[in-house]
């Protein structure tokens, strides 16, 4: 309330003062009425410091320290909504340039002793919006940009002699604030992980991260992380995945995968960390038709107040192009394990799986049926030496005639919305 008083008094004092008073004002095409004032003077887009000086003296007059203090306040608040740049300019003649540039020193100087700084520097509270924590509020720190200039009078025409038709500015510095957000948070306010739009590729596998699909803060001239470094290990191989088989990992159900990548990234985002991140990740991977009709699906581990378990995700069918695709839907916090599986129902185990005799089987799991452990596996040996599936879990794997199958990359490469078909 005091700061309020304080520039308003000034003001005021300035408007119905003659000239040579050195005042606070509000640029505007009509006198703003003396009522309306208070209004005027919160969080102005523009307002100006007029200081008149002694003759021959650079240094600004012990009487107008009010108004210099109630510009800082107005300007460096950091209530203030308003990011605002400087322009100090001098106005005199030519034959005293050194004493006006002195007058510029002079100003600029007591707005970097305010900030105890060798520059003007502000600090102010930034409504931004981020990918992790929502809409919020953060304290930014920035240089405020400012323009020192001279001008010689006797070159200026009429209309740039005065700033108002009764205040001369000869003899005067005159000090500009100038809402401008994009100059004091800079051009590139803000930070995006990744900064563009990215596909990241193993050999089957892609991902597709749009840009700040990991990380995005806009509004912001805060420090921005590291780029990030994503890598995909893949286990899509199945006679490896067979070879050591195991079921997704779930308290209550069964999963049986038939493939799967690790996602490893310099990036991570704990559970609890982020309340707003969206699925907007997209993990591709190459399928046969009979995959699709087997009704594999993609699954990834979420978090919940119990822990975390692994869940089928949004799965859709990617149509168009010589080689057919399913895609699910991840977030950050997912760069772990993705799973190509089909949940199942207890009574169904025998369906996929053989019956094994023991745990130590080749390939064998423990399954719990009837409140009794049972053990499975997921093939046989032939007496050709081959692998041998049950019919419903063959369809699930991806058995192809050559181990070098070459993929599309026209079809790998082009991400696709319309007419995709969202998996049940």
């Not at 991140?277 to 997209?282: K, N, P, V, W």
């Not at 050559?402 to 599309?408: A, K, R």
């Amino acid at each position: 309330m005091k700061k309020s008083i304080v520039i308003i008094a000034a003001l005021l004092f300035a408007l119905f003062s003659m000239a040579q008073t050195s005042g606070l004002h509000i640029p505007s095409d009509k006198p703003i009425r003396p009522k309306d004032l208070p209004k005027a003077w919160v969080h102005p887009e523009v307002f100006c410091l007029q200081l008149f000086f002694d003759d021959g003296d650079s240094a600004y007059r012990e009487a107008d320290l009010d108004l210099l203090d109630s510009a800082y306040m107005c300007a460096f608040d950091r209530e203030n909504p308003r990011l605002y740049t400087m322009t100090i300019e001098a106005y005199g003649n030519a034959y005293n340039n050194d004493i006006m540039r002195a007058r510029v020193e002079s100003v600029y100087r007591y707005f970097t002793m305010r900030g105890h700084e060798v520059m003007p520097v502000r600090y102010a509270y930034n409504p931004i919006h981020c990918s992790c924590h929502g809409d919020t509020v953060e304290l930014v720190r920035f240089e405020v940009p400012t323009d020192r200039l001279v001008y010689d009078c006797s070159e200026l025409p009429d209309s740039r002699k005065i700033l108002s038709p009764n205040i001369p500015l000869t003899n005067s510095v005159l000090v500009t604030f100038r809402d401008n957000p994009l100059e004091c948070l800079g051009g590139n306010s803000g930070c995006y992980l990744p900064a563009q739009d990215s596909n990241i590729r193993a050999y089957y596998t892609q991902v597709i991260l749009k840009k700040g699909s990991i990380y995005s803060v806009h509004n912001t001239k805060d420090s921005c992380p590291p780029p990030v470094q994503l890598s995909i290990e893949e286990h899509l191989d199945y006679q490896q995945l067979v070879d050591r088989y195991f079921l997704v990992p779930h308290r209550r159900q069964i999963i049986l995968p038939v493939g799967y990548v690790v996602l490893h990234s310099s990036f991570n985002r704990k559970p609890n960390e982020c309340q707003y991140m969206t699925d907007s990740i997209f993990v591709r991977f190459p399928v046969t038709e009979e995959q699709v009709e087997s009704g594999l699906r993609v699954f990834g581990k979420r978090y919940t107040d119990k822990g975390a378990e692994f869940k089928s995700l949004p799965t859709k069918k990617i149509k168009g192009g010589p080689v057919l695709m399913i895609q699910g839907s991840i977030n950050p916090t997912m760069f772990d394990t993705i799973f190509l599986a089909k949940r199942i129902k207890v009574d169904e185990v025998s369906k996929y799986l053989y019956t094994a005799d023991s745990p130590t089987e080749q390939g064998a799991v423990t399954i719990l049926v009837d409140g009794e452990e049972k053990y499975f596996k997921p093939f046989r040996i032939n007496n050709k030496g081959e692998y041998d599936f049950k019919k419903p879990f063959r369809a699930m794997l991806r058995i192809v005639q050559t181990e070098e199958e070459e993929l599309n990359e026209n079809a790998i490469n082009t991400f696709r919305n319309d007419g995709d078909e969202e998996l049940d």
